[in-house]
């Protein structure tokens, strides 16, 4: 694997990972009464796109477990419809997404063990 496209899912991984802490202990209400916790929302699944956005093809044509085209959808959509933004869809990306993506990264980044 390509350096960058490592360090791009190192960084896909720490997103998420902050996306979920932000939302733990929260509920959709508070989603929507919120407005820091939303644009914090929505900038961690942002920049999970545009890292994601930046991997190269052969990267991520390793990967097929990724749901590239659904990531790379959610970010074209936070960044060019930002005004018309689905906050349910949103907090089931974070909440429902999001979860299983970690796992994922977390098993591609982990360093395997030798011998």
């Known amino acids: 694997?390509?350096?960058d496209d490592r360090i791009r899912l190192t960084h896909m991984l720490d997103s998420a990972r902050e996306a979920?802490?932000?939302a733990g202990g929260k509920t959709r209400d508070d989603l929507e009464a919120d407005r820091l916790l939303a644009?914090?929302?929505m900038k961690?699944?942002?920049?999970?796109?545009?890292?994601?956005?930046?991997?190269?093809?052969?990267?991520?044509?390793?990967?097929?477990?990724?749901?590239w085209r659904s990531i790379l959808g959610m970010r074209n959509r936070l960044v060019h419809a930002y005004f018309?933004?689905?906050?349910d869809v949103v907090w089931?990306?974070?909440n429902v997404s999001?979860?299983?993506?970690i796992q994922i990264l977390e098993e591609i980044l982990t360093p395997k063990p030798s011998g």
Do not use: Q, W
Request: with cysteine; hydrophobic share 40%.
């Open 98 to 101: 999001l979860p299983p993506l």
């Open 44 to 67: 961690c699944i942002e920049i999970i796109g545009e890292a994601a956005a930046n991997i190269s093809n052969e990267c991520r044509e390793t990967l097929p477990t990724i749901p």
């Open 84 to 87: 018309e933004i689905d906050l």
């Open 20 to 22: 979920v802490h932000f």
């Open 39 to 41: 644009l914090g929302l």
């Open 92 to 94: 089931y990306t974070t």
């Open 1 to 3: 694997m390509r350096k």
